[in-house]
């Protein structure tokens, strides 16, 4: 389990930066959103008629009640496809691959938080866990199922329905990803689940700029954080990528912020 403190970083496009800014807000999504097609067919293999019907097969012998076996398919196919809501972040900062990823024709952005300060801004803990990078290894159905667990009334729960939203393939491993995962039973059409942040100064701790962007682009972020967070505690930070340095230039990565200009 990670630590409260632990550091998790996202990295977005200029627009979904701005959109934090200024609605101060951040937006999980559905699983269907995801693009990665792989996983994608693990989840609505669990809500295909084939798929339901091995989970049936595998939990009457867990309980003879085939009613509600029924009634515990259709609610898990819900909880994991209309209500179960995720928000993606990384352990690792300032990372190359990932600022390909999400580079935004050199735009892109980092903005670096922790646990403690996700779970805060939920009424009901989040489940925040990290990726495990074995979905092409993984007998999802099997490891799925070993999850179920029969009642003193002879119903099936489902008792960890997060892990089947934490596998993706190993070629993702660069990633280190961290899954914030929340229900709510309120679907929205557009899938997405918009999360107020009451306090922005508090849940940032420190925003990074991608390390080929132009001096003119670093210079406008830099007056949208002094705008943002020029009253705060000066643990908010902004900086140009470490990357962006030569490594004869660079030194140790510590000494590397003392080159980055801090917003105070």
Known sequence: MLPKDAKLYRYMSFQRFYQLLFQKKIVLVL?????????????????????????????????????KINDEIEKLSGLLFKTTYCLCFSTKQDSEILWRAYSDNKKGIMIATTREKIESLFPDLPVIKEVVYDLDQ?????????????????????????????????????????????????????????????????????????????????????????????????NQEFMISFLSKLPYLMGAKSSCINICTAVE
């Open 31 to 67: 699983p269907e959103k995801w693009d990665d097609e792989y996983e994608q067919f693990w989840l609505k293999s669990l809500a295909s008629p084939q798929g339901q019907a091995r989970c049936r097969k595998y939990i009457e012998g867990l309980s003879g009640n085939r009613a």
């Open 138 to 234: 993984r007998d999802m159905f099997g490891s799925f199922m070993k999850h179920f667990k029969v009642l003193s009334d002879g119903s099936v729960i489902h008792w960890d329905i997060s892990d089947f939203l934490l596998h993706k393939r190993e070629c993702f491993s660069y990633e280190e990803e961290v899954r914030v995962m929340v229900h709510d039973w309120k679907a929205t059409e557009s899938g997405l689940l918009p999360v107020s942040i009451p306090d922005l100064r508090a849940f940032i701790d420190g925003v990074m700029v991608h390390p080929s962007a132009d001096q003119e682009y670093v210079e406008v972020i830099e007056l949208l954080c002094d705008h943002f967070f020029s009253h705060s505690l000066a």
